[in-house]
């Protein structure tokens, strides 16, 4: 397993190359890349070329793809403008990572609002789901759903229904420790979606007083040990990547926090 972050967290403290240095300075390993601003829909190869080469120049591993941002249109609404535009640019992204060597690239296809109901939506993203088939036989990158607080997919054996009838082994699920603990618990996650997890983001959650997202070294209740092991039960040995933001105090001590997990 290798100690990684995501630039996400971190997007605000200088240049690619800078953030780079200071993450390997912090401990980690490898840094998800942000489909947002250096890596976009209109990319060129030499845009991607000068990425490259600032993770070689770091000795940084680029982890996965944080496609959220720049991965447009939707497969929950229904319209098929939407649902082509998500296509089209979940396509770009996937072929930026194809060329820079990156595996996975995170999606979130769309959720439940007043106008989209919970069923339809559940629906309309299963069979969403099925028509990126073509792009990841392309790409051969993998195509992981997050569950990221979007109302739909609350269940894990909905995920897993939907994962299993797209039935694709690159169009999987991007697992995150602290997103479903308001109502769930991580490890039962994992376990239920097993193969499915292609990428994993590390993140604590408090549910009391109120809900809030303390540091990994913090008192949570995210249950590491049975985290890890349910990891080590579906073979998962990729990259741990930190989603928590801080200084870089405190990014450098959830990489060691991270380290020590993996040391078990």
């Known amino acids: 397993m290798q100690v990684g972050i995501t630039h996400l967290v971190c997007r605000g403290d200088g240049t ?8 390997k300075a912090a401990g980690y390993e490898g840094m998800e890349v942000l489909f947002t601003d ?6 060129t190869a030499a845009d991607l070329d000068k990425v490259r080469a600032a993770f070689d120049a770091a000795g940084m591993t680029m982890q996965s793809m944080c496609g959220a941002g720049g991965i ?3 497969l929950a609404t229904g319209v098929e403008a939407d649902a082509e535009e998500y296509r089209r640019t979940t396509a770009l992204a996937a072929r930026a990572c194809a060329y820079l060597g990156i ?8 959720g439940v609002t007043p106008d989209h109901p919970y069923d339809l939506v559940v629906e309309r993203v299963t069979e969403g789901l099925k028509s990126l088939r073509p792009i990841a036989d392309e790409t051969g990158v993998n195509l992981a759903v997050e569950y990221v607080w979007n109302d739909a997919f609350l269940s894990p054996l909905e995920m897993r229904a939907a994962l299993d009838a797209a039935d694709h ?3 999987g699920f991007y697992m995150d420790t602290g997103n479903m603990l308001a109502f769930a618990w991580p490890e039962q996650w994992i376990r239920i979606l097993g193969r499915h997890i292609k990428k994993v983001h590390v993140k604590n959650f408090r549910r009391r007083p109120h809900w809030d997202w303390p540091s990994l070294l913090s008192v949570g209740d995210v249950d590491w040990p049975r985290v890890m092991a349910a990891l080590a039960d579906i073979g998962y040995d990729g990259a741990l990547i930190s989603e928590m933001s801080g200084t870089w105090d405190e990014h450098a001590e959830n990489a060691r926090f991270i ?3 993996i040391a078990g």
């Not at 690619?16 to 200071?22: A, M, Q, R, S």
């Not at 250096?38 to 990319?43: A, E, G, K, V």
């Not at 595996?103 to 769309?110: A, E, N, Q, S």
């Open 16 to 23: 690619l190359p800078e953030v780079l240095d200071k993450a």
């Open 38 to 43: 250096y890596l976009t829909t209109d990319s």
């Open 72 to 74: 447009r249109g939707s």
């Open 103 to 110: 595996d996975t690239v995170l999606l979130v296809p769309g």
């Open 169 to 171: 082994p690159h169009i």
């Open 259 to 261: 380290q020590g997990l």
